[in-house]
């Protein structure tokens, strides 16, 4: 009799540590090498480095006075809270919860963040606050509050300064912050706050209020964006207040600037706020609207993909590989496997994501673009090293872990 209950009782451990074990996933389809062990190598020694050099962000000279480029940084702690999914190194948590709490508390009074670098810009602040989404399910209702408190204060003053638009579109930002205080609003319709405030922020805003005018802010913002596209797929780069203005016919300058200069950044940009739509709004009508939208971009970013393996050309300047416009390109390997995870699994996809995460790992493309886990820091400025090194995390995640960068 006492077998018997020893027995059961061993039985009954080994059932109950069953629901705890789950078995091993098989390795992503995306990476480039088999079980994805030379890519996961990658990724935990970009976190490693993020930890050691960029805890605070990359640091900027401004006025004399150090500061922080928020947008560089949001990516850089994202890509630490996906590290931490990943590896369970809670040094990556950490660091990032650290910089959140830095975050709080650079919000002015109106309800906005500067830059870093001078302006207020509605598209970095939407890059930046993504760092709170992926951080919310980590932290203490403490923080959760003061994050959720934040964001609402944020979209409160876009809706009160009148930089949501009847079309969808948001608006820049502000030209100057001068002594905590706005100076000389920038409303003109913007592609790339519509794409990562618009549809990123809102959604989220959506997501934990469930009230319907978020989610509809949201879909209009991406619907104006995708609205714009050109019919092979590529979408253009609108901001009429520099000098890229859909309105303005026949100018060889400013059709450059709106359709060829910054096209991958476009793609990479606006597929960040269309999967975080997609995968986060429960409304099936207006996702099959959006990804009905979006499918000559994805065919044209298959098509125009270089043999390299990247996107966007290199620059033409002596000593300067990687350009605005190319630095910005990790996050279309993102759309990519989102798209191919949602909507259409074509082998194409995978090939093109494989060939990017080849692309990324190669020690001397590292070393031409200027990654800064690969190469000691150079003054170039057009390297823009920040941020394609912080950006290449960002894809790296998703490589590893399909979706997990967009998980809420």
């Not at 990556?92 to 500067?114: F, R, V």
């Not at 001068?178 to 805003?205: H, R, V």
């Not at 950044?265 to 609207?289: R, T």
Request: charged share 20%; net charge neutral; hydrophobic share 40%.
């Amino acid at each position: 009799m006492p077998s018997i209950s020893k027995r059961r009782l061993m039985i009954g451990i080994l059932f109950a540590l069953s629901l705890f074990v789950l078995p091993a996933k098989a390795a992503s389809p995306f990476c480039s090498d088999p079980g994805c062990k030379a890519t996961r190598r990658t990724f935990k020694g970009l976190c490693d480095f993020i930890v050691t050099n960029k805890a605070s962000g990359p640091v900027l000279t401004r006025h004399g006075k150090p500061t922080t480029a928020i947008f560089i940084a949001g990516y850089y702690m994202r890509a630490l809270v996906a590290g931490y999914e990943i590896f369970g190194d809670r040094r990556y948590l950490d660091t990032a919860i650290t910089y959140g709490d830095t975050l709080l508390k650079e919000q002015m009074p109106c309800g906005y963040w500067a830059s870093g670098y001078g302006p207020v810009y509605f598209a970095d602040t939407g890059s930046a606050l993504g760092l709170f989404i992926v951080l919310y399910k980590h932290v203490d209702r403490d923080r959760q509050g003061r994050y959720m408190d934040a964001i609402q204060r944020y979209v409160n003053s876009l809706q009160k300064d009148g930089m949501i638009h009847s079309n969808g579109a948001l608006g820049v930002g502000w030209e100057h912050v001068q002594d905590g205080k706005l100076i000389q609003p920038i409303p003109d319709d913007y592609t790339t706050s519509s794409a990562l405030t618009g549809g990123e922020i809102f959604t989220w805003m959506y997501h934990m209020t469930k009230e319907e005018k978020y989610r509809r802010m949201a879909y209009e913002a991406l619907h104006w964006v995708l609205g714009t596209m050109r019919e092979d797929g590529v979408i253009p780069y609108v901001l009429a207040a520099y000098g890229a203005s859909l309105g303005k016919k026949g100018d060889p300058r400013n059709d450059f600037f709106v359709w060829d200069e910054l096209r991958y950044l476009n793609a990479a940009y606006v597929g960040e706020g269309l999967l975080s739509f997609d995968l986060h709004c429960d409304q099936p009508a207006w996702k099959a609207d959006l990804r009905k939208m979006i499918k000559p971009n994805i065919e044209w970013l298959l098509a125009t993909q270089n043999p390299s393996g990247n996107w966007s050309a290199p620059s033409q300047e002596p000593g300067c590989r990687a350009t605005f416009d190319l630095t910005r390109t990790p996050g279309i390997a993102n759309l990519l496997i989102w798209y191919y995870e949602q909507v259409d699994r074509d082998p194409r996809i995978v090939s093109a994501v494989r060939r990017f995460d080849q692309f990324l790992m190669n020690p001397q493309e590292g070393k031409a673009l200027g990654l800064l886990n690969r190469v000691p820091l150079l003054t170039t400025e057009c390297n823009n090293q920040d941020t394609i090194t912080s950006l290449m995390g960002y894809a790296f995640s998703d490589i590893l872990v399909p979706g997990i960068s967009s998980r809420w």
